[in-house]
T-cell receptor, first 115, second 110 residues
Framework: ETGVTQTPRHLVMGMTNKKSLKCEQH?????MYWYKQSAKKPLELMFV???????ENNSVPSRFSPECPNSSHLFLHLHTLQPEDSALYLC??????????????FGPGTRLTVT | GQQLNQSPQSMFIQEGEDVSMNCTSS?????WLWYKQDPGEGPVLLIA?????ELTSNGRLTAQFGITRKDSFLNISASIPSDVGIYFC??????????FGPGTRLSVLP
């Protein structure tokens, strides 16, 4: 248990569906992240939020829409996905950006399959 | 952008052997982190390093922050089957995002 939870753990969706991934951290952190991990590829940073403000959108297609209502919760809204979007989606948190000595903690991930 | 290289990409070892792996960067970092990831799970933080030259242990794991601040090393002593997994390094610099290596896949033969 790392203090970062993600739901659901597994999701199968069709290309026309709309679904959301949820992440919650219980560590008192102020920065939250979404990563995509595909088979045999390095972690890809998607979005970064710092004190609820988005600070990074790493050229992610608009069919992925993040939402950060507060420092403890992060959502990833999905719509009209493509099969190549199938991957493990990881949420992480750390203390606020801009400093040093920070550690990043990951959730268990959501395994997404787009059919 | 910054990139990390990890070596080796994969390794097969006998149970009981010691393991060494490293991570190198073209840029300097202020923090080095080492993670282990099991299949279908998120990476779990093993060791965090904050100072050049620092040597830190966590059970059978020992990691070092290279004095050039461009590399880090992870050693596992007396490997056991549950050490199987992918080991990632990550670097962090003031005001920047974390940068991750591609991982070293460790397999332990009984």
């Amino acid at each position: 248990e790392t203090g970062v939870t993600q739901t659901p753990r597994h999701l199968v969706m069709g290309m026309t569906n709309k679904k959301s991934l949820k992440c919650e951290q219980h560590l008192g952190h102020n920065a939250m992240y979404w990563y995509k991990q595909s088979a045999k590829k390095p972690l890809e940073l998607m979005f970064v939020y710092n004190f609820k403000e988005q600070t990074e959108n790493n050229s992610v297609p608009s069919r992925f829409s993040p939402e950060c209502p507060n420092s403890s919760h992060l959502f990833l809204h999905l719509h009209t996905l493509q099969p190549e979007d199938s991957a493990l989606y990881l949420c992480a948190s750390s203390q606020a950006l801009g400093g040093s000595g920070y550690e990043q903690y990951f959730g268990p991930g959501t395994r997404l399959t787009v059919t | 952008g910054q990139q990390l290289n990890q070596s080796p990409q994969s390794m097969f070892i006998q149970e009981g052997e010691d393991v060494s792996m490293n991570c190198t960067s073209s840029s300097i970092f202020n923090t080095w982190l080492w993670y282990k990831q099991d299949p279908g799970e998120g990476p779990v933080l093993l060791i965090a390093l904050y100072k050049a030259g620092e040597l830190t242990s966590n059970g059978r794991l020992t990691a070092q922050f290279g004095i050039t601040r461009k590399d880090s090393f992870l050693n596992i002593s007396a490997s056991i089957p549950s050490d199987v997994g992918i080991y990632f390094c990550a670097g962090h610099t003031y005001g920047q995002n974390f940068v991750f290596g591609p991982g070293t896949r460790l397999s332990v033969l009984p």
